[in-house]
């Protein structure tokens, strides 16, 4: 069966910490993703990965770095927390090609105080 | 640029009822479509899928069919259950390979009764 997981489901920080969101994989995927999921917003993409230490921009960048090292890992990091940086973190991994069906961990509830 | 619209929720209906929830997109060319579902705690999971125009997704009594006249997939469900209650989110892949990305609409929310 597909998996991937996520290093925590529930997280609470303070502002200005450094905050770090672990991602892995078992299914030899080559893409990963990091969204947010905010009420009313749906998920919006972060920032993505289709090669180890290959990354491009999503569609909300701003505030977040990524990390990829090994095939099966992605991290995203908050440099500096903010309060508007509270949100549902959803990783996800998809095999590549023109379907690109993309399987999703559980989330992490990032709380910034 | 493209783009995925959902009806607004939360949509309460009784167990038996009949489901439609309206899903509408804009993009170029012929995008894959997408439902996802994400049960309360959890992650998404694919629901179903349809690749070209005319395509029928279907699972777990779930249907969707791509309607390329109308720029639409709507998610329809003969008798909901209470274990059908959840977030549904439509969502659109364009592009090819590693160039492309899903676009997903807001989501509308479920909610079954007994």
Redesign the interface.
């Known amino acids: 069966d597909v998996k991937?997981t996520q290093s925590s489901r529930y997280l609470v920080k303070r502002t200005g910490e450094k905050v770090f969101l672990e991602c892995v994989q078992d299914m030899d995927h080559?893409?990963m993703?990091w969204y947010r999921q905010d009420p009313?917003?749906?998920?919006r993409?972060i920032y993505?990965s289709?090669?180890v230490k290959m990354k491009e921009k999503?569609d909300i960048p701003e505030g977040y770095s990524v990390s990829r090292e090994k095939k099966e890992r992605f991290s995203l990091i908050l440099e500096s927390a903010s309060t508007n940086q509270t949100s549902m973190y959803?990783c996800?991994s998809s095999l590549?090609?023109?379907?690109?069906?993309?399987?999703?961990?559980?989330?992490t509830r990032l709380t910034v105080l | 640029g493209d783009s995925v619209t959902q009806m607004e929720g939360p949509v309460t209906l009784s167990e038996e009822a009949f489901l439609t929830i309206n899903c509408t997109y804009t993009a170029t060319g012929y995008p894959s479509l997408f439902w996802y579902v994400q049960y309360p705690g959890e992650g998404l999971q694919l629901l179903l899928k349809a690749t070209k125009a005319d395509d029928k997704g279907s699972n777990k009594g779930f249907e969707a069919t791509y309607r390329k006249e109308t720029t639409s997939f709507h998610l329809e469900k003969g008798s909901v259950q209470v274990s059908d209650s959840a977030v549904y989110f439509c969502a659109l892949f364009h592009g090819s390979g590693n160039t492309g990305k899903l676009i997903f609409g807001q989501g509308t929310t479920l909610q079954v009764k007994p």
Do not use: M
């Open positions: 991937v080559e893409n993703f009313g917003l749906g998920l993409l993505f289709y090669d999503g959803l996800a590549g090609g023109r379907v690109n069906e993309q399987f999703f961990g559980p989330g």
